[in-house]
């Protein structure tokens, strides 16, 4: 669209010496990801994985969970052990299409149950808290950036830890809008020449509302907001779908980022998390329009792209005494995209029983984060084996490579 | 005349331990920064002139109405349409509540000459995060600041954790509300009726987060048997209910519903005593060298560097173990520690404290909860909503996103084209900024094309960014 070309040549103009810094990667040589794409959904205040995928074949299931127990006709089949949490109704319909998986106990190697420690760990990729500085979808960027173009791109307000680290990404969320035409972006690039922090932010953000300016074209934004009545609901869900839709038109176009972190959060549910409505189920609902969005503004390049959605941990195998559920360990991690291999659940099966739970009261762990992790950058991405051990996983090689799933 | 060095302290005083220089500020202060900063160690403004809890029971009251209209509405048998147009009208009333506390605490924060007391009230309402996810604790968070945290902050920090704890928006917010002891007789009597097999009632939620942010800290050396004791003897710490009048809609102890029993928490055995068993702990709590380690290093961290000066930071914790806790001494103690006074501002302000300083740069004062929340909440910051009980973060790296510094310059551009024609930028640029304004910042705001420019251009030079 012309006007969007007079602004960024307005840009480039107001910015000169200093543009040529952070755009410099439309210079630098070397093939790309061939479009392959990877978006990680972190799920925010620990996600009830057995209220996402309910384990309905487990004897213990039902007294366990009391009050906040599904009933197998309350939620979608998926197989003969598990059913499917009834807000993932476009989820359920991709797993019917061979493109999207359940990772029903999967945890971070933290077990301290602290959201803010778990976290930490998932994203940094660190084996223990405070472990790592930067993230590891940014030490994943410096993995890929000696021989390849790539970019990264968070959605929201703020950097989440996943992205952080020198290689540099951006980060955007619905409604920013800047006159990139003024004079200000320029003069302020020269007062932030000596600012470690606000310079690159400024300059990455100068650059992400200009793919942002083409990316609304396609799709008009719109903030997401937690809703409880009906008619909310149902709206929310239709943004988190907008989102989706236009998070995948920043990532179709030329130069696009590859690498996409998005926060979703609300789901630390201590009380009335509610079963096919309640609080949990709006949040699940919202997640569902998200990975939808994604996949119908994505397009052909859907069938390049996983979506991973995890959680730092997941809640109490009982219900507690408020109909909530309080930090555990294991939780369900959702993959969808079309370059996903078809295939049942992954992963084994530890059971509820009073034996297999993890000190009497959380689903035990079987497959560790990063070993999901390193098997996608592995298979999908092409990353060496060594750099995931050392360097993108520090000290990881115990956590094997969960691979063949794409 | 002052010399360059106290012209300096001056400007650190104002902006770095207050909320940003208003015109003349800075002035005042360089006589002496440090006793000037001192003086405001008091409780006074912005604390609730009435006793005790009675804001937070009244607005408990209110909720209870407002529930009790809903249910007359939704029975009434009008259309379907009326009743959500009524019902809509309802909710916003009620909400109107917190926009009106919010608004009254940045007119506060903008227009007090006291900036290092706000901070100071600013840092341990965030330390003791109450986040307005609920409607309850929406209606709560405002009265909870006045009624919880003011009128402790200079106080003992034991009080201070159990006026924090036991305040209804902190009991609310952390499920404590609901957690019943299983042992308890309320749960025993509720298993002979129902002959329901749940184990009945705790919520670990409160427990776990006092221990974790609240006092000792993740590594404070405590397990996941503990936190399950702490909650157990946290049982019976409610919110009184509409029919016991003289504690409705205040804390409030329920022996049918605690634990009993003795607790053991951190290798202390706690006697069962009701509700003194809680306090118990958390008096405990309140004088571990953990809580005192943990919260002069946040303190250090907030007021100064992301790495804070390992002597500030020893400094800090021998005066808040010496006096078991005194928070005006500590406050004095980080006023007296010349590794506080460094120059150079590591801090990036957060979104908040860099709206509530670019006001009080040119003297103005927000009117409308309208004027200020849109942009709060796009810059990352939604007015009392903060992400999680672990508070707002405090690092740059959170708060600087490549989007939210796009943000922050719109914003920047559109108050300075609102408010710039009758201001002359280059005097608000030295009175805000005083001697910390850089010669490159001087010379371009001095050569801006436009007031208008010139005063965004002060907003987002990384000086008035930072502090």
């Known amino acids: 669209m012309s006007s969007i070309e007079v602004s960024r040549r307005a840009l480039l103009g107001g910015m000169a010496g200093m543009g040529i810094a952070f755009l410099g990667r439309a210079e630098a040589a070397g093939a790309s990801l061939a479009g392959r794409k990877l978006v990680i959904v972190i799920c925010r205040g620990g996600m009830d994985g057995l209220a996402v995928s309910p384990p309905l074949g487990s004897p213990d299931y039902a007294a366990l969970r009391g009050a906040i127990a599904f009933a197998p006709e309350e939620v979608l089949a998926l197989d003969g052990e598990f059913g499917l949490h009834p807000s993932l109704t476009g989820f359920r319909a991709l797993v019917s299409n061979g493109q999207a998986r359940i990772l029903p106990a999967l945890a971070s190697p933290d077990r301290a149950r602290s959201h803010f420690e778990a976290q930490d760990v998932l994203e940094s990729g660190a084996s223990t808290a405070y472990g790592a500085e930067t993230g590891w979808l940014n030490r994943t960027l410096q993995a890929l950036a000696p021989g390849r173009v790539v970019e990264a791109l968070s959605v929201g307000a703020t950097a989440p830890l996943i992205l952080r680290g020198p290689a540099v990404s951006g980060s955007w969320s619905p409604g920013g809008k800047a006159s990139v035409s003024s004079r200000l972006p320029g003069l302020l690039m020269d007062l932030y020449a000596g600012d470690s922090v606000l310079g690159p932010a400024l300059a990455q953000g100068l650059e992400t509302e200009l793919m942002a300016a083409s990316a609304r074209a396609a799709a008009s934004s719109s903030v997401a907001m937690a809703g409880t009545s009906v008619g909310e609901v149902r709206r929310g869900t239709t943004e988190a779908t907008t989102l989706g839709r236009t998070v995948a038109g920043f990532m179709v176009q030329p130069g696009g980022p590859d690498l996409v972190a998005v926060s979703a959060e609300g789901y630390d549910t201590h009380a009335n998390q509610g079963r096919v409505t309640g609080a949990l189920s709006v949040r699940l609902a919202y997640l569902d329009g998200l990975i939808e969005g994604l996949r119908l503004g994505l397009g052909r390049t859907w069938s390049k792209t996983v979506v991973v959605c995890v959680t730092e941990f997941g809640r109490t195998a009982r219900v507690n005494g408020t109909r909530g559920t309080d930090h555990g360990t294991a939780s369900t991690a959702l993959l969808a995209g079309g370059a996903l291999k078809p295939g049942g659940i992954i992963g084994d099966w530890p059971g509820l029983g009073a034996a297999a739970l993890f000190e009497g009261r959380d689903l035990r762990p079987t497959v560790d984060s990063r070993s999901l992790f390193k098997g996608l950058l592995l298979d999908h991405l092409g990353i060496e084996r060594k750099l995931l051990d050392r360097q993108v996983f520090p000290d990881s090689t115990s956590a094997a490579p969960l691979t063949g799933l794409v | ?467």
């Open chain 2, 1 to 467: 005349m002052a010399g360059a060095a106290s012209e300096m302290k001056a400007a650190i005083a104002v902006t770095r331990f207050g909320l940003g220089a208003r015109p003349g500020e800075i002035e005042t202060a360089l006589a002496d920064p440090e006793r000037w900063l001192e003086d405001q160690i008091a409780l006074s403004d912005g604390g609730s002139a009435l006793s005790e809890t009675t804001l937070t029971g009244q607005r408990m009251e209110a909720l209870r109405r407002y529930q009790a209209d809903q249910v007359q509405i939704q029975k009434s048998g009008q259309g379907a349409e009326q009743v959500s147009e009524q019902l809509r009208t309802l909710r916003r009333n009620i909400q109107s509540a917190t926009a009106m506390d919010f608004i009254e605490r940045a007119r506060l924060a903008t227009a007090t000459p006291h900036g290092f007391r706000e901070r100071w009230s600013l840092f341990w309402s965030n330390h003791f995060t109450v986040s307005a996810v609920k409607l309850s604790t929406a209606l709560l968070c405002g009265p909870y600041e006045k009624e919880a945290i003011r009128p402790h902050m200079f106080g003992r920090f034991e009080d201070l954790l159990t006026a924090a704890i036991q305040h209804p928006a902190m009991l609310l917010y952390l499920d404590q509300t609901g957690s019943v002891g299983p042992g308890s007789p309320a749960a025993i009597r509720l298993r002979n009726r129902t002959r329901a097999a749940r184990e009945a009632g705790l919520n670990e939620n409160l427990a776990r987060e006092v221990l974790e942010l609240h006092t000792v800290g993740v590594d404070g050396g405590y397990l996941q048997k503990d936190v399950t004791e702490f909650a157990r003897s946290l049982t019976g710490w409610t919110v009184g209910s509409a029919e016991s009048p003289d504690r409705a809609g205040q804390f409030t102890f329920r022996p049918s519903t605690h634990e009993p029993g003795v607790r053991t928490i951190m290798g202390r055995r706690y006697a069962e005593s009701g509700l003194d068993q809680g306090l118990g702990v958390l008096r405990d709590l309140s004088a571990h060298p953990a809580t005192a380690r943990r919260l002069c290093f946040k303190l250090a961290q907030h007021f100064v560097s992301e790495t804070p000066p390992q002597d500030l930071v020893g400094r800090l914790t021998d005066a808040w173990i010496r006096s078991n806790g005194d928070l005006a001494r500590l406050a004095r103690t980080l006023i007296r520690s010349p590794a506080a006074w460094r120059s150079g501002a590591e801090k990036l302000k957060t979104p908040y404290e860099w709206l509530v300083s670019s006001y009080r740069a040119i003297d103005r004062q927000p009117t409308t909860y309208g004027q200020i929340a849109p942009t709060l909440t796009a810059l990352g910051q939604r007015p009392f909503y903060p992400p999680s009980p672990e508070g707002w973060p405090d690092e740059a790296a959170y708060w600087a996103a490549p989007d939210a510094i796009i943000k922050r310059m719109a914003w920047a551009e559109r108050f300075s084209a609102a408010v710039a024609s009758r201001l002359e930028p280059v005097a608000i640029a030295r009175s805000s900024l005083g001697a910390r304004m850089s010669s490159l910042t001087a010379k371009t705001i001095a050569r801006a094309e436009s007031r208008s420019e010139a005063l965004a251009l002060l907003l987002m030079s990384p000086e008035f960014q930072r502090r």
